[in-house]
């Protein structure tokens, strides 16, 4: 059974930077895809980022490529997303999901396995 832990979100100001970390426990990562979605309050669950861990390849919602950027700690199983020129439209409660096999990359909720309990992001203006 996969664990995902999300940590670092908090309440910044718009224009601020801040990064998240989602650590795994329970299996050998090798195959696996993890990522990072978000849910705002009334919207549906948003895709943000995604890297294969084994090969560390990845790929962000083309509205966020500017801004964030998803990398992976492979000693720690930890994923991070970075979130850069934050804006009040970013808020909301980001989820890590893991997925245990595969070799494309996915963006659909359904497509993963394994979810976090969310950490909240809340960006002021």
């Known amino acids: 059974q996969v664990q995902l832990v999300e940590s670092g979100g908090g309440l910044v100001q718009a224009g601020d930077s801040l990064r998240l970390s989602c650590e795994a426990s329970g299996r050998t990562f090798s195959n696996d895809h993890m990522a990072w979605f978000r849910q705002a309050p009334g919207k549906e669950r948003e895709f943000v980022a995604t890297i294969r861990w084994n090969d560390g390849g990845t790929y962000i919602n083309y509205s966020m490529k500017d801004r964030f950027s998803i990398s992976r700690d492979n000693a720690k199983i930890t994923v991070f997303l970075q979130m850069n020129s934050l804006k009040p439209e970013d808020t909301a409660v980001y989820y890590c999901?893991?997925?245990?096999?595969?070799?494309?990359?996915?963006?659909?909720?359904?497509?993963?396995?394994?979810w976090g309990q969310g950490t909240q992001v809340t960006v002021s203006s």
């Open positions: 999901a893991a997925r245990i096999s595969g070799s494309f990359y996915y963006t659909k909720a359904y497509e993963y396995d394994y």
